[in-house]
């Protein structure tokens, strides 16, 4: 298996996007890229740029999205670490032949219409990673 391209983006669980954002944009100096809603996991994210990377703010759409059960076991903080792959779904298959936990056994639709899939974080040690694929640039 090759290695994944990149850290695509670092989840952090906020309670409120318009409160966070100042801290990152203005004090840290990042660059926001844009904000958007996805339905498919009760969020609200923003992603801003930094290096090949993003910070991912998550803000739950409802008590139903995982980031507000997330906030009400363990508050705000880092949530997951997604990496940046050419095939999200052979690996998630590759993944399940070889007996890894997963959370998503075929990709989903993510933000910025990138096909996504979860491990299980009993996979790694407590921590959520998320796989990520990009469309190409035409
Ligand atoms: C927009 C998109 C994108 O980038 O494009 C996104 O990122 S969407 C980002 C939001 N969407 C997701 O996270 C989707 C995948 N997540 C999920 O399906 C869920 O949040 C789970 C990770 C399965 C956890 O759900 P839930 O807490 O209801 O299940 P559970 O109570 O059985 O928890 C199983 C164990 O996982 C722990 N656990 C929960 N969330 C965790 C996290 N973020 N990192 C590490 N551990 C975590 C719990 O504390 C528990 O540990 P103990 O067993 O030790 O008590
Ligand atoms: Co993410």
């Known amino acids: 298996m090759s290695a994944p391209n990149k850290i695509a983006h670092i989840g952090i669980a906020v309670k409120s ?36 990377s993003h910070i991912e703010l998550l803000e739950p759409l409802s008590d139903e999205s995982p980031i507000a059960k997330f906030m009400e076991k363990r508050g705000e903080g880092i949530h997951h670490i997604a990496f940046d792959v050419d095939d999200v779904a052979g690996r998630l298959a590759t993944l399940k032949e070889q007996g890894v936990p997963l959370i998503h056994e075929i990709p989903k639709a993510g933000a910025h219409d990138a096909l996504i899939g979860f491990l299980h974080p009993k996979a790694a040690n407590g921590v959520l990673y998320e796989l990520c694929q990009y469309p190409k640039e035409s």
Request: glycine share 8%; charged share 25%.
């Open 17 to 52: 996007l318009e409160k966070t954002l100042p801290f990152y944009t203005e004090q840290l100096g990042l660059e926001l890229v844009g904000t958007e809603i996805v339905e498919s996991e009760q969020v609200q994210v923003a992603f801003l740029k930094i290096g090949e």
